[in-house]
């Protein structure tokens, strides 16, 4: 089973491209950030006829959270992240997948910082640190996917001395990210490439690209019992090179099926 986070940056104006990702890499499940289109302007005819089904959470030209199913209409288990009832910004949306909760999240940028914008990014960090350890405690296998607009540590990013004042390398939000790790989730991008760099965003200034000086922000977290299942995980760079791409790419774990229980029984065979 494969699932993948992709912060598609403008889902009508890239359409094309997730279109094409969808059909040569046939994922699972898709979450989907940072759509840029209201409710009504999600193209679900298009992604209905890629053999999609699609919950999605939208605003009008900023954010926009979405996943997608293979095969199948996802379960919608929650739209919007607790905790603040005033916030209307769409930067989470969950779904019951294969015995699974899948929460896709678009943490906010945080820039410029100090300000108002980087408080409601630790304001909304904290909302999905104290979210996520009661989905933890819930027993139910879960996956937290998206982008988390966080470089946790400096092996995360080409060179950080030009990223220094910017709000994803800040102490607060690395630690954040710390806190939420340490309720036991497994960063799975790590765990399969331990200390080699890999990075998921490259921005569309300077090079970066062509010179390979990117960020890992996009992150998988699987809970403990999801984590036994993780086969492999990786980044779809192609996609970054394509001809108007968004500045992220596609990043995705391979999951091996559920381990079995194995329940001792009285008396015989059932």
């Not at 909302?127 to 092996?155: K, Q, W």
């Not at 607060?172 to 080699?196: K, M, N, P, V």
């Not at 970066?208 to 990117?214: P, V």
Request: glycine share 8%.
């Amino acid at each position: 089973m494969k699932i993948a986070t992709f912060n598609i940056n403008g889902i009508r104006s890239r359409l094309r491209a997730l279109l094409e990702w969808l059909r040569k890499e046939v994922p699972d499940v898709v979450c989907l950030q940072e759509l840029k289109a209201p409710d009504s302007g999600f193209p679900v005819r298009e992604i209905n006829a890629a053999g999609y089904g699609a919950i999605w959470h939208g605003q009008t030209s900023w954010n926009g959270v979405a996943i997608l199913q293979k095969g199948a209409d996802p379960l919608e288990s929650r739209r919007g992240l607790p905790g603040d009832k005033d916030d209307k910004q769409s930067r989470y949306i969950e779904a019951a997948i294969e015995g699974m909760v899948i929460g896709c999240l678009y943490l906010p940028n945080g820039n410029p910082q100090p300000g108002p914008k980087f408080q409601y990014k630790l304001a909304w960090f904290e909302r999905l640190i104290e979210y996520s350890a009661a989905l933890l405690e819930s027993g139910h296998p879960v996956i937290l996917a998206g982008d988390f607009n966080v470089v946790p540590t400096d092996n995360d990013i080409y060179n950080p001395r030009s990223w220094l004042k910017d709000a994803l390398l800040q102490p607060e939000s690395r630690e954040c990210f710390e806190r939420l790790l340490s309720q036991g989730w497994t960063d799975a991008l790590r765990r399969i490439y331990g200390d080699e760099r890999v990075y998921t965003f490259w921005d569309y200034f300077r090079q970066h690209w062509q010179t390979d000086s990117g960020l890992r922000i996009d992150h998988l977290l699987l809970s403990p019992d999801v984590a036994t299942r993780l086969k492999t995980a990786g980044v779809s760079k192609w996609v970054r090179g394509q001809p108007h791409a968004s500045d992220h790419a596609p990043t995705w774990v391979e999951l091996g099926p559920p381990k079995r229980m194995h329940h001792a029984r009285k008396g015989g065979s059932a």
